[in-house]
């Protein structure tokens, strides 16, 4: 089955730094990455997601990068906010009526003042 | 939109008893949702994948008969959590894909079962 690796398990930027999250999946087959913002005590919000079909996708401070190649998808915020603080998650599906989310081990984000 | 709702948010028990957890799609019709189960500081684990209308399919290592689902409309599941114990205090977390052919998926708040 898919294996989704995640680096790196923390991070600790300054105020209006940029932040990189790195993912890699095994299955070639896997066309669908999405990534999720969990704050504390409350269930993943999706924030940004790339289809195979792209290598990036922007969405105001929040980029995605897709190499399909390497089987590695990365996601940028740039110019980070305090309220970016939270633990953020990829995952990655192979479309189809079985589709299932294959997590990552998640990132925790902390944005300082 | 693309909201779901899940209830109860958190939920105490005692031991030995079940405890239901109920999960709506607000605004869009869910052909599929998903049950996970998140332990602190953890990542989803998939539980089982619900359709409307049929039999569950769970994941390896997760008791169906324990983890009892139902989904009965386009816009609700259930999961029970029969005979609870306290191994079984976790977040339960639901998510909803309102396609097939569309792989998004939105998750609910989730429900924090705490047994005693």
């Known amino acids: 089955g898919e294996n989704v690796e995640q680096h790196p398990s923390t991070l600790s930027v300054q105020e209006g730094d940029s932040a990189v999250i790195k993912c890699t999946y095994s299955?070639?087959?896997?066309?669908?990455f999405p990534w999720y913002k969990q704050e504390l005590g409350k269930g993943p919000q999706l924030i940004i997601d790339?289809?195979?079909?792209?290598g990036e996708k922007k969405d105001q401070r929040i980029a995605v990068t897709l190499n399909k190649t390497a089987k590695h998808f990365s996601l940028h915020i740039t110019e980070t906010q305090p309220e970016d603080s939270a633990v953020y998650f990829c995952?990655?599906?192979?479309?189809?009526?079985?589709?299932?989310?294959?997590f990552g081990t998640g990132t925790r984000l902390q944005v300082t003042l | 939109g693309a909201v779901v709702s899940q209830h109860p948010s958190r939920v105490i028990c005692k031991s030995g008893t079940s405890v239901k957890i109920e999960c709506r799609s607000l605004d869009f019709q869910a052909t599929t949702m998903f049950w996970y189960r998140q332990f602190p500081k953890q990542s989803l684990m998939l539980m089982a994948t619900?359709?409307?209308?049929?039999?569950?399919?769970?994941e390896q290592g997760v008791e169906k008969d324990k983890f009892l689902i139902n989904h009965a409309s386009l816009t609700l599941s259930t999961l029970t959590v029969t005979s609870a114990h306290p191994e079984d205090s976790s977040f339960y977390i639901c998510?909803?894909?309102?396609?097939?052919?569309?792989?998004?998926?939105?998750f609910g708040p989730g429900t924090r079962l705490l047994v005693l």
């Open positions: 299955d070639s087959a896997s066309n669908y």
């Open positions: 998510s909803a894909r309102a396609d097939f052919g569309v792989e998004t998926q939105y």
């Open positions: 995952a990655a599906s192979i479309s189809g009526t079985a589709s299932k989310l294959t």
């Open positions: 619900s359709n409307e209308g049929s039999k569950a399919t769970y």
């Open positions: 790339i289809r195979s079909n792209v």
